[in-house]
């Protein structure tokens, strides 16, 4: 199929710049000259072109907890996020610590998802934090990266093997940042707010310490590490001290860590119920000054569907997370762009570009040579956004009612249309 988008405002994360002009597809690639005429014209003239996002955490969990979300529903939920490539972490039942279950989520994925799927490796085996998994052969199927996400790696010699051991695969390990000891039975952020609504709370310090472990072993042995889903501003400055020494470490933060504060908790909301928790406003500011200067490489959702049963209940037993597929571009232009935080390549290099290239995948630009993973978005008319249009089989969100702009108005894969 020889396709032309013509008329629609290009976004290029690469230059950081915007240009109207037209985008060739052939034979699901990006092209600088078709060979022959089109056989599809689309007009995009009043909407914005960017890459096809990268979403370098999520939860899909598929295999063992299909009855919160699978394969299927899960990419067909990113893609009407503008989402064309999933990174999905281990803690599935069983865990993806071994080859098998590497090459069934591959399988699944080329036959039934609606956008590419990343697998996670797990660090160690049954992320039981006690030796390390089939690195190598799960490599050789494909993971992009090894993590233990949803529990740390406990112990720093541990992560000093895992670390020193995916380097010989050009993979990067992902970390929880989570003392456990100081974690373990907390619900939310400690402070005021917790002492109020009487719950157990969870210390900044507890992600901030296993930061500062996990940058000092990077820095010792002048290997990378990714630090996912940061929520205090104490983590967000170790980072910005490593990279002014030259550590190899990239981090992430997600829209809610943004966008929310611990207040979002109050009368029991389950759905403001999530691991690392929400925070302080000191610490929302700190996420976007870190956004805004390049400390924070990249956005992800850490879209984490739950069946209602498991949100419903009370606060200290309802499960931790929130789905994000669907909200997140949409709440990073209205809370990002739109306020002059970050431009709008900004934002989409932190939701495209730099998850690509933490992979070591070939996408996330508009570029001959490059897949035709594509997103046209409406960035002018405002819509309200509604969990019960979600394609997730969960409706785990606080999102439900706000008012963002930026929706996303036809998602292509590899030259595919997977959402109008």
Not at 67 to 77: P, Q
Not at 153 to 168: F, G, P, R
Request: proline content about 5%; hydrophobic content about 40%.
């Amino acid at each position: 199929m020889k396709i032309k988008i013509s008329g629609g405002m290009v976004v290029n994360p690469i230059t950081m710049t915007e240009e109207q002009r037209d985008v060739l597809i052939e034979n699901g690639m990006f092209v600088d000259d078709l060979s022959g005429q089109p056989e599809q014209i689309i007009d995009a003239t009043g909407l914005t072109v960017m890459p096809g996002l990268i979403d370098p955490h999520t939860h899909l969990r598929d295999p063992g907890f299909e009855y919160r979300e699978d394969i299927v529903s899960g990419t067909k939920a990113a893609v009407r996020g503008g989402i064309t490539a999933v990174a999905c972490m281990p803690n599935t039942k069983p865990v993806i610590d071994n080859p098998t279950i590497v090459r069934y989520i591959k399988d699944k994925a080329a036959a039934e998802g609606f956008c590419k799927v990343l697998p996670v490796g797990a660090v160690s085996k049954n992320q039981d934090g006690k030796e390390l998994a089939e690195i190598g052969l799960m490599a050789e199927q494909g993971i992009v990266a090894i993590s233990d996400d949803g529990k740390p790696v406990l112990t720093a010699d541990l992560m000093k093997k895992a670390i020193q051991y995916a380097a010989q695969f050009n993979l990067v390990v992902i970390s929880h940042c989570e003392e456990t000891t100081l974690a373990d039975g907390g619900h939310m952020n400690e402070g005021i707010v917790s002492l109020e609504m009487g719950l157990k709370g969870i210390p900044t310090i507890a992600e901030d310490i296993m930061a500062a472990r996990d940058i000092l072993i990077a820095e010792y042995l002048g290997l990378p590490v990714h630090l996912a889903h940061l929520s205090t501003a104490g983590s967000i400055e170790l980072v910005r001290q490593a990279k002014a020494r030259g550590v190899q470490v990239t981090c992430e933060t997600c829209p809610h860590y943004f966008t929310l504060t611990e207040e979002a908790c109050r009368d029991f909301n389950t759905n403001a119920k999530m691991n690392p928790p929400l925070r302080t406003q000191m610490d929302v500011d700190a996420i976007i000054c870190g956004l805004k200067d390049g400390t924070i490489d990249m956005i992800g959702t850490d879209h984490a569907p739950h069946h209602a049963d498991e949100k419903q209940i009370e606060f200290g037993l309802a499960n931790n997370g929130i789905i994000g597929f669907e909200s997140s571009f949409a709440l990073g232009y209205t809370y990002l762009v739109l306020p002059g935080h970050l431009t709008l390549p900004q934002l989409v290099a932190k939701m495209s570009t730099r998850p690509a290239e933490l992979f070591h995948q070939k996408m996330g630009r508009i570029e001959a040579g490059y897949p035709a993973d594509l997103v046209l978005v409406d960035l002018k008319k405002p819509f309200s956004f509604d969990k019960h249009a979600s394609a997730s089989k969960a409706r785990n969100t606080p999102f439900h009612g706000w008012m963002l702009h930026g929706l996303i108005k036809k998602t292509f894969c590899d030259g595919k249309v997977v959402f109008e």
